[in-house]
């Protein structure tokens, strides 16, 4: 489905992207930021969202992270500090999640992204932070960050302390 206020024909400009974020927020029951500069268009989405009675959740980075500040901002604000999954779905007690760990016929290998495979791999039964993890892939915080997000949500990873660790079998 496509939702937008203008024309079929209308060339995409990014001066439109807060009126497109603002339909996506007024369709979501939640705002997960990942990122936000101190300006940046995200915080002003997170500003929409939380107008609109959403709940607004924030990935935390480093005091000294030039990408994390408006995120670091909204947390002080108010914004719920996610670490793990399991922050998310304790403020939507109506979604039922059921972990469901799927392992390949030929191997009983988990069936994983193929975008979230190198990161996976790294990860075992003892924890490993985050910034090992960036330096052994040679990938961003930011991208290693939504990565681990997406395996702990499909259930093949759980944040330890520590770091993180594989709850399946590789």
Same mark, same amino acid.
Request: proline letters at 2%; hydrophobic letters at 35%.
């Given at each position: 489905?496509?939702?937008? =206020?203008?024309? %079929?024909?209308?060339?995409?400009?990014?001066?439109?992207?807060?009126?497109? /974020?603002? $339909?996506?927020?007024?369709?979501?029951?939640?705002?997960?930021?990942?990122?936000?500069?101190? &300006?940046?268009?995200?915080?002003?989405?997170? &500003? %929409?969202?939380?107008?609109?009675?959403?709940?607004?959740?924030?990935?935390?980075?480093?005091? /000294? @992270?030039?990408?994390?500040?408006?995120?670091?901002?909204?947390?002080?604000?108010?914004?719920?500090?996610?670490?793990?999954?399991? @922050?998310?779905?304790? =403020?939507?007690?109506?979604?039922?999640?059921?972990?469901?760990? $799927?392992?390949?016929? =030929? /191997?009983?290998?988990? $069936?994983?992204?193929?975008?979230? =495979?190198? #990161?996976?791999?790294?990860?075992?039964?003892?924890?490993?932070? %985050?910034?090992?993890?960036?330096?052994?892939?040679?990938?961003?915080?930011?991208? #290693?960050?939504?990565?681990?997000?997406?395996?702990?949500?499909?259930?093949?990873?759980?944040?330890? #302390?520590?770091?993180?660790?594989?709850?399946? /079998?590789?």
């Amino acid at each position: 489905m496509v939702i937008s =206020e203008y024309n %079929i024909n209308e060339k995409a400009k990014s001066e439109y992207f807060l009126e497109r /974020n603002r $339909i996506v927020s007024g369709l979501s029951i939640g705002v997960l930021i990942i990122e936000a500069k101190s &300006r940046s268009g995200t915080s002003v989405t997170a &500003r %929409i969202a939380k107008e609109q009675g959403k709940e607004i959740f924030c990935i935390p980075h480093a005091i /000294n @992270d030039i990408n994390g500040v408006g995120t670091n901002k909204l947390i002080k604000k108010g914004a719920k500090l996610v670490t793990e999954t399991k @922050d998310i779905l304790e =403020e939507f007690s109506f979604i039922e999640y059921k972990e469901e760990k $799927i392992k390949s016929i =030929e /191997n009983n290998r988990p $069936i994983v992204n193929k975008k979230y =495979e190198e #990161v996976f791999l790294e990860i075992g039964e003892k924890p490993i932070e %985050i910034e090992e993890i960036c330096y052994k892939t040679k990938k961003n915080f930011q991208e #290693v960050s939504e990565t681990l997000l997406m395996l702990e949500i499909e259930g093949y990873i759980k944040k330890v #302390v520590g770091g993180y660790i594989c709850i399946i /079998n590789k």
